[in-house]
DNA sequence: CCCTTTTGAGACGGCTTCGTCTCATTAGGC
DNA sequence: GCCTAATGAGACGAAGCCGTCTCAAAAGGG
């Protein structure tokens, strides 16, 4: 009977991604319970939120992990990375959006922790020479999280087709959309 | 002393792009009106955002006429309409996330339009052989909005430096992260 | 088979925002 | 200097959503 309370974390988190502005009940709905006990699990909405976000964070340190971003070269790191995060595409891309709106508020400082590990990698990017160094590691950690919700997006939308998301976002981000001549 | 609505507007969408969810009053504040009057130019939040809407419309297809995307390299032309962009992209960012509210809603004609022109924009740079072919134009397009609205956010934090914001977005986007050997 | 725990349904008040309205004030043309 | 039109300030009810509460029903263990 009782209710698992990380499928109902993971249901919300389906929802609002598809819609940033569902409401309690709605998303009480979608995961098949009763408003009441959807607040006896998280007491307010800014509860869940901040439910979902740990979850986000929990999802991309372990990703983070998995990815191994020390190992091998960076591209092919930052390739593993993309087709790992995949699943959680759209709760990042949630996550993401509804940063924006804590307009003063202090951010999680996990964030920073996700953000350090990544910027690192581009770094190291940049020092085996793999990547250039005109682009910042923070704007390179940046443009990874747009084009992830970018690509959650238009795959939601029918824009692209699901199985060329990690390969439309890994290739745009590391090579760009110029023709290569070498390799 | 008649109320400059254009101006309403652009103040509008410069608060807006800042906080999303800003109410009516604070939108009148920040235009300097009172919400009485501001209710006279726009019958409601979703008046407004609709004309914010047509702006961001009229900006665009103003830009993209001023960028000239059929002169030229398809490389130039794209450095060129990220430049030209770039005074809109707080605007851009906030209706491409605004889009993703409206989630049956049929979107504005509009910006197919737009997203015509941009497709054949890089679909030019295709049948020139200076684009890959393996990403899809409609993915391209997609990416540049996720790029300048990323781009937006990040510079409205002090992540990038604001001077650097077409140069960055447009040289991933081109170029990618990865160092050329080539030219 | 009973008893405890969890859930669902719904009601309730409160809060925020919205849209409308009124009325006094002010700006600016004539 | 008057007259008209626009504005500001504020009140008002309506609507939506939230958080809490109650109570009956259902589940499931002992």
Redesign the pocket.
Known sequence: ???DRDQVLRSAAALLTRKATS???EVARAA??????L??HF????ALVRALEELGLQECEAVLDRSELGAGSAQDALRRLVKEIEPHAGLLAFLYTENQLFEGDTQHEGWARIDARLAALFRRGQESGEFRIDLTPAWLTEALYGLIGSGAWAVQDGRVAAKDFSYMIAELLIGGARRRVDS
Chains 1, 2 share one sequence.
Do not use: E, Q, W
């Open positions: 009977m009782s209710v409401t309690m009940d098949g319970i009763s408003r009441a006990t607040h006896r007491a307010g909405r800014d």
